[in-house]
């Protein structure tokens, strides 16, 4: 009797647990789109005056927009290391794409763990080794531009999405997180026939732009540009995201994923410039007319241009559609703990230098807890602090003055308060010495990068 009763009482609660197991919400899929170089002023929900972005100005239609989100670096390594680790790049004494991410757990890796199927499609620029398993990463597809697409019709990011696309398809029955890492609108910009075609009535108003884009116009005819042709053609870069972004967003309707999958599409910094520094004007160069909207700076600068980027995020009945979030100030050093508090991952790092911020996703207003930092991998270099309204760019290598800008009424970073807000100065300097005081001491790279 009591081995019939024990054998029950076994039966009872394996039936029990398994209920439990198939009853409990499956953790969302996570599909994140990044674009290289993509200005935030690119998109026509940001209001770029010529681009043509159905697909994701309709992404920001079924979610949220936010104006005020931010990378952790301004080139394409130290903004990717942030996301991906949840430290800012500047902790970092080995330049990661070098020499990768050490011991330092990563987003894949937490997810992986907590039972997702992770994939990673297109640009790398994270490590040395990209085999599959790396960083919890079941499946590795580095992938190039696509093949063939100056002669044809292509995007060069064809290749990237259909990978994950394959990848989505493959794994449509169990949670997923997948980078879509394109390539556009990354230096050069040279985009095939058709896709430039779609812009032939395009006729440049250099009105239509703002003033921090008119040195951008001016640089692209000093080279021998033409402002329509360069225009067409960074137009219909964007425009091929677009349509890549439309096949993967179909895909997952098309799978019945789309109630439970978080989809984001950003960009890793601002963009690129025209001419760069020592390397002068390339081929293709007048190409690169990127659009920041109202901020100063863009790719290898701290200043807005440079740091704010368009971010879209959609869930529905999660994140509210059609809203445009002006007040909350966000960044990818949030992208670690915020996923962790969504997916339910229990074991992860003690130490974030990004904070949730789920709840402003899920439509809360609230101040941020944590101030933003940049500062590259060179012991001298000149870092800068977001924190509340204000950002504070500090002396570059000790030399000139300070520069402080009141961010809620003058985001273009034009008119230097400094010398009227002494103490405001003081406070964030502050903040910035006890923050670089953790930072290592000197830095390894095995060469100069500019990407």
Known sequence: MKSIFFAVTIFCMTVTLSHVQATEPRPPNIVFMFADDLGYGDLGCYGHPYAKTPALDQLANEGTRFTQFYVTGVTCNPSRTGLMTGLFPARFS??????????????????????????????WHIGPDDADGTYGIDTVRVIGKSRDVIAGNTGRDDDVYAAAIDFIRKNKDESFYV??????????????????????????KRNDFSPTMQHKFDEC??????????MRQYLSDVYQIDRNVDRLLETLEELELRDNTI??????????????????????????????????????????GGTRVPFIIRWPDKVEAGRVDTQNVCSFIDWMPTLCAIAGVEQRPKEFDGEDISDIWFGTDRERIKPLFWKTSSTGSTPAIRDGKWKLHLPRKQRGEPELYDLSIDPSESNNVASEHPEIVKQLSAKVAAWVATLPTQYTKTKDKQD
């Open 94 to 123: 080995k330049y990661a794409a070098d020499f990768g991410f050490g011991e330092r757990v990563t987003i894949t890796e937490l997810l992986k763990k907590r039972g997702y199927q992770t994939g990673h499609f297109g640009k």
């Open 263 to 304: 989809v984001v599409f950003s960009s890793d910094h601002g963009p690129a410039p025209v001419v760069l520094g020592k390397q002068g004007a390339r081929k293709y160069s007048n190409n690169m007319l990127g659009y920041a909207g109202q901020f100063r700076g863009g790719k290898h600068d701290q200043y807005e």
């Open 221 to 230: 005819k000093k080279i021998g540009g033409d402002l329509d042709d360069s």
């Open 179 to 204: 980078n879509v890492w394109g390539h556009a609108t990354h230096f050069p910009v040279n985009t095939a026939k058709g896709l430039a075609a779609e812009f032939n009535d395009v006729t440049v």
